[in-house]
């Protein structure tokens, strides 16, 4: 009731929304309010990037953004990296100064972020020689960095254990008062954030309080999941094979 | 019911095999039309032997070529020095050139148009062009190759940026300058292959440096082609040997640290300078290399001009002949030479002996090679299409052999024959042929520049325009030369199989 009163940070009537001149979600009804944290939730494929992106677009410098796969560059260090989110304040040249000797202030501002996050002593070290769950970190220290009020984040916490996911989120939660993240853990939806979208078959399925949802509820939007196989004729068999992540055994379920 | 499957089996057998849209029979009816062009054309080619012992002459170059003569050797150190200097500053010129036309090459057709124009002509041409305006000088050396270097690194580098992955510079906050974006989240993803490529260049540039000898540098090439011609075979296969050696050394002595002490040390070797006399270079460009009826304005007197030029029609069949027969020749090459260097087949001794040849045909220039076998069989097409052969072909087979060493095949124990049939070929011909076509382009530019040693192709002409003086026939052949080389790349870019190339610039 309170988030209706609130002025939407974005909002969308019956848009269709999509890149390239192709329509990947159609008449979306939606709109985001300040304060809300948002679970975003779909199979994969089902235009969960395509919001996020649109969403980016609209609300420009105040979102902070933490993209699907990191876009870390795998050459430069943690630090460099983590830097990129404050390309903007500086000039040219204190930039390319930065990257031959880094800058006293923004190396103690990241050095600390980083020791938060658990990536302590690895500032200099190249992010091609990270762990996997390393450079999760590290992408989600670099939208940190960018310290706007907002958190857009596709899906930051894929292949993270639900601890260090469930301490993430609550990172991510003390820096922003609003937040949409797309993620595959159904159950941490449920537990973590107030609302859920669902996209399905590129349309928005549920737009609902957790405290109104339920898993089973949730499971509607993962149709290959409840039965694969079934009823799927042998000329579209490799349409309906299931992707890795819609399966029932969703990566860092507990 | 089986039965009746059988029947139909039967009956489909061995009918239209070659029918079918599959990846691999459309390849293969792509590459045997190639082969059945070149055979039909074949004929057309003059590929007699017009030496009386080629054997014998053969025989006296491997004995050469197996004892060298090291005493013989005249000041071979400031060639070879030369020869790294002039490769060296010629390669960062072109760098230093190209870059900067590397970040504007998606955006202008201006700067498109003119570096497919400065690639289209030969390291050689560019030098002989230059010869009349600065004379035998490290600015003619240095001109040669910067000028073409930088219109390939222009294309390579523009490639190469715009492969890196895109995901960085999307993450990057709203407002990020273009520098900034440039060097944070463009330039350290290129870095490693740009670099790569760089190294592959200079590479290149020692070839061609050594090469430039051939108009009269006193690089390497100068003393091997004054040995070879004057029959000195102990003499100019002790030069060989050490060229081999200086391409074989170069990951030791081209270290990334050495370079700054190379370039110091090669500015040093390249001087004296010319004075260039401003009067008679703007003569040269203003004046000699125009057709003189086109600046008096006379265009009956263009026609006659162009009707006195050399064969014209013959050349440039000559040239598109050889250069037919060189890539289908390279296919055939590259195919029956890659297994010998893959880890699949054979044993240490055969993959060490393989790959020494690979090596020793890939370093060596076609125009060396080429110089070799006109020796050994007189001025036909035959040395220079044998010479195109072996060396692209080797090239090609180096890489496509490193390809396959990465495969791991999906059955263990088969024999070597179902090795190659069933595991290797399939997987590795699509980009086998791409590399072709890639190199389809360097072969006809190669072809050109064959002319030089006598091949009636168009080089053969443009030299004797230049050593005649008439600088305006051999410009205008020249740009008939650089036109059809963009059209021949245009073609082989329409045709290249794109299943799964072998991505690898360092082809072209």
């Excluded at chain 1, 990296?81 to 190396?107: I, T």
């Excluded at chain 1, 820096?175 to 159950?187: D, F, G, I, P």
């Excluded at chain 2, 009956?11 to 070659?18: I, N, P, Q, Y």
């Excluded at chain 2, 170069?250 to 370039?263: A, D, E, V």
Aim: charged share 15%; with cysteine.
């Amino acid at each position: 009731m309170e988030g209706e009163q609130r002025r939407p940070l974005a909002r969308f009537d019956a848009e269709d929304i999509g890149h390239d001149g192709r329509v990947v979600l159609q008449g979306l009804t939606l709109a985001l309010h300040e304060g809300e944290r948002v679970a975003l939730l779909g199979q994969s494929g089902a235009g969960k990037s395509t919001l996020l992106g649109e969403l980016r677009r609209r609300l420009g410098d105040r979102a902070a953004w933490c993209p699907q796969h990191h876009g870390l560059v795998p050459q430069l260090a943690v630090y460099h990296n983590v830097y990129m989110a404050r390309l903007p304040e500086h000039s040219a040249l204190a930039n390319l100064w930065n990257l031959v000797r880094p800058l006293r202030r923004p190396w103690c501002e990241v050095g600390e972020l980083c020791a938060e996050l658990g990536l302590d002593g690895l500032l200099r070290r190249p992010v091609g020689r990270l762990s996997g769950g390393q450079r999760q970190r590290v992408a989600i220290a670099r939208a940190l960095y960018q310290s706007r009020e907002l958190f857009l984040g596709d899906e930051p916490v894929a292949g993270v254990d639900p601890h260090q996911a469930l301490r993430l989120l609550a990172l991510i939660d003390s820096c922003h008062t609003t937040s949409v993240v797309a993620l595959h853990q159904r159950e941490l939806a449920l537990s973590h954030f107030d609302r859920v979208w669902g996209l399905r078959d590129g349309r928005l399925a549920i737009d609902a309080p957790t405290s109104e949802l339920t898993l089973a509820d949730l499971d509607t939007l993962y149709p290959d999941a409840a039965s694969p196989g079934v009823g799927s004729r042998p000329r579209d068999a490799d349409m309906v094979l299931p992707g890795p992540e819609a399966l029932p055994c969703g990566r860092g379920r507990p | 019911m089986s039965d009746g499957l059988a029947q139909r089996y039967r009956l489909a057998h061995g009918k239209a095999w070659w029918q079918g849209d599959s990846i691999g029979l459309r390849l293969a009816r792509h590459s045997l039309a190639l082969v059945a062009l070149a055979v039909l054309l074949a004929p057309l080619a003059d590929l007699a032997i017009h030496t009386r012992d080629p054997w014998g002459e053969l025989g006296r170059m491997a004995a050469g070529l197996a004892w060298p003569a090291w005493g013989a050797l005249e000041s071979p150190f400031s060639a070879l020095g030369l020869t790294v200097a002039v490769a060296l500053w010629g390669t960062l010129a072109g760098v230093v050139l190209g870059f900067p036309l590397a970040l504007l090459f998606a955006r202008s057709r201006l700067v498109r148009a003119g570096c497919a124009f400065v690639r289209a002509i030969h390291e050689l041409f560019w030098a002989l062009l230059f010869l009349q305006v600065f004379g035998l000088s490290a600015l003619t050396a240095l001109a040669a190759l910067a000028i073409p270097y930088a219109g390939i690194f222009a294309k390579v580098y523009a490639e190469i940026l715009e492969q890196a992955p895109r995901a960085p510079r999307d993450a990057l906050p709203p407002g990020s300058g273009r520098l900034a974006r440039f060097v944070y989240a463009e330039l350290p993803l290129a870095w490693t292959q740009l670099a790569a490529y760089t190294r592959y260049r200079f590479e290149c540039g020692l070839r061609a440096s050594v090469l430039l000898g051939f108009v009269g540098l006193p690089t390497l090439g100068f003393h091997l082609e004054t040995a070879f011609r004057e029959g000195r075979y102990p003499e100019a296969g002790a030069l060989l040997w050490l060229f081999y050696l200086l391409i074989a050394s170069l990951p030791w002595w081209g270290h990334r640290r050495l370079i700054p002490l190379l370039l110091a040390g090669g500015a040093w070797l390249l001087g004296p300078w010319p004075s260039v006399n401003g009067g008679l270079l703007w003569r040269f460009v203003s004046e000699d290399v125009w057709p003189a009826p086109l600046l008096a304005g006379d265009w009956t007197g263009l026609v006659t001009w162009l009707s006195r030029m050399p064969e014209l029609g013959p050349a440039i069949g000559n040239t598109l002949l050889l250069g037919l027969l060189g890539t289908v020749g390279a296919l055939l090459v590259a195919l029956a030479l890659w297994p010998l260097a893959c880890r699949h087949f054979g044993n240490r001794g055969t993959r060490l002996a393989g790959h020494g040849l690979l090596v020793l045909l890939r370093s060596t220039p076609e125009l060396m090679l080429a110089f070799i076998f006109l020796l050994l069989l007189g001025p036909s097409l035959l040395p220079a299409w044998l010479a195109l052969a072996l060396h692209n072909g080797a090239l090609i087979a180096f890489l496509v052999a490193r390809h396959a060493d990465v495969i791991t095949p999906g059955m263990p124990g088969l024999p070597a024959s179902g090795r190659l049939a069933y595991e290797l070929l399939p997987r590795i011909y699509p980009g086998l042929l791409a590399l072709l076509y890639y190199r389809a382009e360097v072969i006809l530019r190669e072809t050109a520049i064959l002319g030089m040693l006598g091949i009636a192709t168009l080089g053969f002409y443009i030299e004797e325009g230049f050593d005649y003086l008439m600088f305006d026939v051999a410009v205008f052949l020249l740009l008939v030369t650089a036109t059809l080389n963009i059209a021949v790349d245009a073609l082989t870019r329409r045709f290249r199989p794109r299943e799964a190339p072998i991505d690898d610039p360092c082809v072209r």
